[in-house]
């Protein structure tokens, strides 16, 4: 018999080349087709992924990205700003990811680009 799926909360976050739409842009897409490479998701299994961007970058909604991704037109998306901290990461994309997993797989959170740094314990697929 198989185990029921287990609600997850995952993170990751990714910076941005430019304020600009194609930058920012390109950056969710790679956090996106990360989280769910690396934790083998299908649209229906996200249940919703929160963004924050930090107060430099205004070009374009992270959401509005995610929301042309095949089989996520019933995915709840939301855009935040990040609180501002002073020496905080500049043009940085975090986000945070409810989804629908089997209860083996353990879970990756992608920390791409400069993001690295924020956790140097996750960074890449891990």
């Not at 205004?58 to 855009?79: H, K």
């Not at 905080?88 to 986000?95: A, E, T, V």
């Amino acid at each position: 018999m198989t185990e029921p799926l287990r609600l997850r909360a995952l993170r990751g976050a990714t910076t941005a080349e430019e304020n600009s739409s194609a930058s920012i842009a390109a950056a969710v897409q790679e956090l996106l087709a990360a989280l769910i490479e690396s934790n083998g998701l299908e649209g229906p299994r996200v249940v919703s992924v929160t963004f924050s961007v930090t107060a430099d970058l205004d070009a374009c909604f992270p959401a509005a990205v995610a929301r042309r991704w095949a089989g996520w037109n019933e995915v709840a998306l939301l855009d935040c700003q990040q609180m501002t901290v002073a020496g905080d990461l500049p043009r940085c994309i975090r986000l945070l990811a409810h989804v629908w997993m089997e209860p083996q797989r353990q879970p990756h959170h992608p920390y791409l680009r400069e993001a690295m740094r924020l956790r140097p314990d996750r960074s890449g697929h891990n």
